[in-house]
């Protein structure tokens, strides 16, 4: 473990954004120090392992889809709002098939070909490229060209995310990059100037028994703690007992430091002072996702943006005939059509209905929902639908009766179904909006529901993470000083820093985004200390 070592750049967090800036730097010749709270790969590792990517990359050409960079933008303005300048999106399209070259530069893998023929949220191993957000749904459908940018890391299962950091990992390891595992950073260093020269932190000895336990207990409740944070609540509780205790102090400087922790799900008082209303969601990411990077920036000087935007993922499909049924609030009111992306219908169900509805089908839909459990969904999604079609559902004859059994405003209810049954017979089509091919008649009793609030089960949540940061200065990823300019040798990326998907979140624009900010940030903080460009689309 360094203590007093000198490098020429620092990276607190090492996720998809700290890799990337870690890699980068070292690509120019820098003296790299990492620093995780864990063993690294943090909510990378356990994501899905999607990179939201277009304007033609190969794997869509390979598919035979066209897009264009001011596709992807056009789409994209819809859903990054002002988070973002006009330059710097245009810019990440721009580089977006190049991001998927540097990745695959890093060993990553990717597979093009065709899409599924169904909406889903997360592809089975037959695909791994899709329509990962709203390109096809209203009212994003009519800004812009449809085309599939999810770009799926090639591995089975759910292992896409812990593959995408194994890769970036080796990557950085092979570059000569010092990783120090189970290390918090709790201060920075300046000098006379102001300018940020260092850091302070504590880590327990890597070749201790206490890393071992702790080390043990973290990969024993990361993927649970995701899903069912109750269930590993006390082993959690002793693994931070475990680490407080055995870790010792240490320090390093070098020329710049780079901010890249992740968000602030796992700061209960944060969450409960900037985004209330999120506080029964299960936190998506590791414990390390406190918010310990912001406050970092934030001592120094810096300011924080976008901090109330929360994205909280109640995702219906797959199958996909659960987006058939109609979405309700506790008045009978439509939340939105069914067929947005999970965290765009779940914003809504947060943010307009107090994080309480129900999904209701009729008894045609519930019947197909079951046909294609085979064909649409992983084992892990297996699990939930066990749930679902045992404990967690409602079956009444009528729509009053499965109103009065979910205590929903029955005649709310009962108008919601009747202007969407005169939509669909009518031919105008679902008031909503929702496409024409997931829109049944929903005339055949009895009846089914579930609940989809936020607090409706322990097995079936809706996980989160935070989506705001550090503001930081968009071309060079330097953080904001709150009385002007910058913190000279500070940087942020990530889930740190305001970014791309700080207004609006879709399935991979977060890891895009962190690899971008990553890249970015260390780019210029190379150039700055005098090391020579690598990558011309980094710059």
Same mark, same amino acid.
């Given at each position: 473990?360094p203590?007093?070592?000198?490098?020429?750049? +620092?990276v607190v967090?090492?996720g998809?954004?700290g890799a990337?800036a870690?890699?980068?730097a070292?690509?120019?010749?820098?003296r790299?120090l990492v620093l995780?709270?864990?063993?690294?790969?943090?909510a990378?590792?356990?994501?899905?392992?999607?990179?939201?990517?277009?304007?033609?990359t190969?794997e869509?050409?390979a598919g035979?889809?066209e897009?264009s960079v001011?596709?992807?933008r056009a789409y994209?303005?819809a859903?990054?709002?002002?988070?973002v300048?006009d330059?710097?999106?245009?810019?990440?399209?721009?580089q977006?098939p190049?991001?998927?070259e540097?990745?695959?530069?890093?060993?990553?893998?990717f597979?093009?070909?065709?899409?599924?023929s169904y909406?889903?949220?997360?592809?089975?191993?037959?695909?791994?490229l899709?329509?990962s957000g709203?390109?096809?749904?209203?009212?994003?459908g009519?800004?812009a060209?449809?085309?599939?940018?999810g770009?799926?890391?090639l591995?089975p299962?759910?292992s896409?995310?812990?593959v995408?950091?194994?890769?970036?990992h080796r990557?950085?390891?092979s570059k000569?990059?010092?990783?120090?595992?189970l290390?918090?950073?709790h201060?920075?260093i300046?000098?006379?100037?102001?300018?940020?020269t260092?850091i302070r932190?504590?880590?327990?000895?890597t070749?201790?028994?206490?890393?071992r336990?702790?080390?043990?207990?973290?990969?024993l409740?990361g993927?649970v703690g995701?899903w069912l944070?109750?269930?590993?609540?006390?082993a959690?509780?002793r693994?931070?007992?475990?680490?407080?205790?055995?870790?010792?102090?240490?320090?390093a400087h070098?020329g710049a430091?780079?901010?890249a922790?992740?968000?602030f799900?796992?700061?209960?008082?944060?969450?409960?002072?900037?985004?209330?209303?999120f506080?029964?969601?299960?936190?998506l990411?590791?414990?390390?996702?406190d918010?310990?990077g912001?406050?970092?920036?934030?001592?120094?000087?810096?300011?924080?943006?976008?901090?109330?935007?929360?994205?909280?993922?109640?995702?219906?499909?797959?199958?996909?005939?659960?987006?058939?049924?109609?979405?309700?609030?506790a008045?009978?009111?439509?939340i939105?059509n069914e067929?947005?992306?999970?965290?765009?219908?779940?914003n809504?169900l947060m943010?307009?209905?107090?994080?309480?509805?129900?999904a +209701?089908y009729?008894?045609?839909?519930w019947?197909?929902?079951?046909r294609?459990?085979?064909?649409?969904?992983?084992?892990?999604?297996?699990?939930q639908?066990l749930?679902?079609?045992?404990?967690?559902?409602?079956k009444?004859?009528?729509?009053?009766?499965?109103?009065?059994?979910?205590?929903?405003?029955p005649?709310?209810l009962?108008r919601?179904?009747d202007e969407?049954r005169?939509g669909?017979?009518s031919?105008a089509g679902?008031?909503a909006h929702?496409t024409s091919e997931?829109?049944?008649?929903?005339?055949?009793?009895?009846f089914?529901?579930?609940?989809i609030?936020?607090?409706s089960?322990?097995f079936f949540? +809706?996980p989160?993470?935070?989506?705001?940061?550090l503001?930081v200065d968009e071309?060079t990823?330097?953080?904001v000083?709150r009385?002007g300019g910058?913190?000279?040798?500070?940087?942020?990326?990530g889930r740190n820093?305001?970014?791309?998907c700080s207004?609006?979140?879709?399935?991979?624009?977060?890891?895009?985004d962190?690899?971008?900010?990553?890249?970015r940030?260390?780019?210029?903080?190379?150039q700055r200390?005098?090391?020579?460009?690598?990558?011309?689309?980094a710059?």
């Amino acid at each position: 473990m360094p203590t007093g070592g000198d490098y020429d750049l +620092i990276v607190v967090g090492f996720g998809a954004a700290g890799a990337a800036a870690a890699i980068e730097a070292a690509d120019r010749g820098a003296r790299v120090l990492v620093l995780d709270r864990g063993h690294g790969g943090g909510a990378t590792a356990l994501s899905g392992g999607i990179i939201y990517a277009g304007a033609g990359t190969p794997e869509q050409r390979a598919g035979g889809y066209e897009d264009s960079v001011e596709e992807m933008r056009a789409y994209l303005r819809a859903e990054v709002g002002d988070a973002v300048s006009d330059e710097t999106l245009t810019r990440f399209c721009e580089q977006s098939p190049a991001m998927i070259e540097w990745l695959k530069a890093q060993g990553v893998e990717f597979r093009g070909g065709p899409v599924s023929s169904y909406k889903t949220s997360y592809p089975t191993d037959d695909f791994y490229l899709y329509y990962s957000g709203n390109e096809k749904a209203h009212p994003y459908g009519g800004y812009a060209r449809p085309a599939p940018r999810g770009h799926r890391v090639l591995a089975p299962g759910m292992s896409s995310g812990r593959v995408l950091f194994e890769h970036l990992h080796r990557s950085a390891r092979s570059k000569g990059v010092e990783i120090v595992p189970l290390a918090r950073v709790h201060d920075l260093i300046k000098d006379d100037q102001g300018r940020v020269t260092g850091i302070r932190y504590r880590a327990v000895p890597t070749d201790s028994a206490a890393a071992r336990k702790y080390s043990t207990l973290t990969k024993l409740t990361g993927k649970v703690g995701t899903w069912l944070p109750g269930v590993v609540k006390g082993a959690v509780a002793r693994a931070e007992e475990i680490w407080t205790e055995a870790a010792v102090p240490g320090h390093a400087h070098a020329g710049a430091v780079v901010l890249a922790a992740g968000g602030f799900v796992y700061n209960r008082e944060w969450m409960q002072e900037f985004a209330p209303q999120f506080m029964k969601i299960s936190p998506l990411g590791t414990p390390g996702d406190d918010g310990g990077g912001i406050a970092l920036g934030l001592a120094a000087g810096g300011t924080a943006d976008k901090m109330g935007n929360v994205t909280a993922w109640r995702f219906l499909a797959p199958p996909s005939a659960f987006l058939e049924g109609l979405t309700v609030g506790a008045d009978g009111r439509r939340i939105a059509n069914e067929d947005l992306y999970g965290a765009t219908h779940g914003n809504v169900l947060m943010r307009e209905f107090g994080g309480r509805g129900w999904a +209701i089908y009729d008894a045609s839909t519930w019947k197909k929902v079951r046909r294609q459990i085979r064909g649409q969904t992983h084992v892990f999604q297996r699990l939930q639908l066990l749930y679902l079609f045992t404990l967690g559902h409602k079956k009444a004859a009528t729509i009053e009766g499965i109103a009065a059994q979910n205590g929903i405003d029955p005649a709310g209810l009962r108008r919601t179904f009747d202007e969407y049954r005169s939509g669909i017979t009518s031919g105008a089509g679902d008031p909503a909006h929702k496409t024409s091919e997931l829109c049944p008649p929903m005339q055949t009793g009895p009846f089914y529901s579930i609940n989809i609030s936020a607090d409706s089960s322990m097995f079936f949540p +809706i996980p989160g993470l935070t989506l705001g940061g550090l503001v930081v200065d968009e071309n060079t990823g330097e953080v904001v000083h709150r009385d002007g300019g910058v913190v000279p040798g500070l940087y942020a990326a990530g889930r740190n820093a305001v970014g791309i998907c700080s207004n609006s979140y879709v399935s991979g624009l977060s890891l895009s985004d962190c690899i971008f900010s990553g890249r970015r940030a260390a780019a210029h903080a190379a150039q700055r200390l005098g090391f020579g460009s690598v990558h011309r689309d980094a710059d």
